[in-house]
T-cell receptor, first 115, second 113 residues
């Protein structure tokens, strides 16, 4: 089984709809991240969480919210989807790596289309 | 603002040749760098990392070079294979202990048989 899973893998929705993307991990990592990937723009950080009581805004948090339900689960919500939120969304995890950082492990991605 | 960028958006090589993918970064405080590989339809996959106190690090068929003087990072792939065809991203940690990665835009590597 995959260490980082995302559901759904593909989603088409309409403008104004609320949508939730879910991420689960079995790696036992404390840190979880949500990224958005657009062609030509690379990966941009939306939100991140260093433990279940910690939520931080990333580079492009406007229009998004998150919930860290448990160490293993981190969900991303679009309260009122708009077409420019059409993108590929990735969840990632890391174990913190104190005092030095280490790699992030990525899920397979969710392709979201907002019509 | 600070950013990570790539010199070449696409690179095409022959199977068996060596590949070099370049990356420029602008945050002199970045202390950690990672190269990721992303195949079509998949999430990024870790290739190799390097800390700012190092100039070079080698893995299996891959080598990362860090030149802090000119803020340049490169990924060398030896004996490139068709399976190496993917988009390659460099990323820098500019957040110190907060460990937030800033990703470059990616280079598409195509390996011709």
């Amino acid at each position: 089984d995959a260490d980082v899973t995302q559901t759904p893998r593909n989603r088409i929705t309409k403008t104004g709809k609320r949508i939730m993307l879910e991420c689960s991990q079995t790696k036992g990592h404390d840190r979880m991240y949500w990224y958005r990937q657009d062609p030509g723009l690379g990966l941009r950080l939306i939100y991140y969480s260093f433990d279940v009581k910690d939520i931080n805004k990333g580079e492009i948090s406007d229009g998004y919210s998150v919930s860290r339900q448990a160490q293993a689960k981190f969900s991303l919500s679009l309260e009122s989807a708009i077409p420019n939120q059409t993108a590929l969304y990735f969840c990632a995890t890391s174990d913190g790596g104190h005092p030095l950082p280490n790699e992030q492990f990525f899920g397979p991605g969710t392709r979201l289309t907002v019509l | 603002g600070e950013s990570v960028g790539l010199h070449l958006p696409t690179l095409s090589v022959q199977e068996g040749d060596n590949s070099i993918i370049n990356c420029a970064y602008s945050n002199s405080a970045s202390d950690y760098f990672i190269w990721y590989k992303q195949e079509s339809g998949k999430g990024p996959q870790f290739i190799i990392d390097i800390r700012s106190n190092m100039d070079k690090r080698q893995g299996q068929r891959v080598t990362v070079l860090l030149n802090k003087t000119v803020k340049h990072l490169s990924l060398q792939i030896a004996a490139t294979q068709p399976g190496d065809s993917a988009v390659y991203f460099c990323a820098e940690n500019s957040g110190g202990s907060n460990y937030k990665l800033t990703f470059g835009k990616g280079t598409l590597l195509t390996v011709n048989p």
